[in-house]
């Protein structure tokens, strides 16, 4: 299993889309996806730096059919939290889903078939959003409850943050994510997208 706050320290948002990894960027805002060295090692000093306009995004195959997206750059806002770009990311039948940590909150953002969903909170493990059919279904068969009622159960007790994020992204996607999914290449480039 992976932890993203130890993979990324504080800051950083990660999004599962249908697709590879080369359309799901273009989706996202990145005009010339290209291969990007060192990638993760570039997006830390591009944060530190301040490195010109625009958000690096990387991204990955994460599974047959499903690209993954890594920001470290959220001073202007998280393009996987765009609404209008999740919704995009999920149309035509599929689910798009975004995992977000700032200092105040951690969330797991959804949207499906072209429509943003609602949205999980991981501190509490409550989720919300009326039309969050699905993707609702899925969350409280993991064990979050909907809205302000309710406790964690079944596979959702006595999980950290970290497992608990991993839980909800697997209910939804059905992707388990692991750390060596974070090694080797990485596709990317720069999205103005929200910016």
């Known amino acids: 299993m992976v932890d993203f706050a130890e993979l990324f320290g504080e800051g950083w948002c990660v999004t599962l889309a249908p697709g590879t990894a080369d359309e799901v960027l273009v989706r996202m805002g990145v005009t010339d996806a290209a291969a990007v060295p060192e ?42 939290l765009n609404t209008t770009v999740l919704a995009a990311l999920s149309a ?8 977000c940590e700032d200092p105040d909150q951690l969330i797991v953002q959804v949207a499906q078939d072209g429509t943003e969903q609602g949205w999980l909170d991981v501190v509490t493990g409550r ?12 969350f409280a068969a993991a064990g979050f409850p909907y809205g302000t009622e309710g406790a964690l159960s079944g596979r ?40």
Do not use: H, N
């Not at 035509?92 to 995992?99: E, L």
């Not at 989720?127 to 899925?138: E, K, M, N, R, V």
């Open 39 to 80: 990638a993760l090692d570039l997006a830390t000093r591009r944060l530190v730096d301040g490195a010109g306009p625009g958000v690096l995004l990387l991204g990955r195959d994460a599974s047959a059919g499903w690209a993954m997206v890594v920001e470290l750059e959220g001073t202007t806002g998280w393009v996987g």
């Open 92 to 99: 035509g039948g599929g689910v798009a889903v975004s995992a």
């Open 127 to 138: 989720w919300f959003g009326d039309s969050l059919s699905t993707a609702g279904q899925t």
């Open 156 to 195: 959702a007790v006595g999980l950290g943050l970290s497992d608990r994020l991993l839980l909800a992204l697997r209910a939804v996607t059905g992707i388990q994510l692991k750390e060596d999914l974070f090694d080797g290449p990485w596709l990317g480039g720069v999205s103005t997208v929200g910016v």
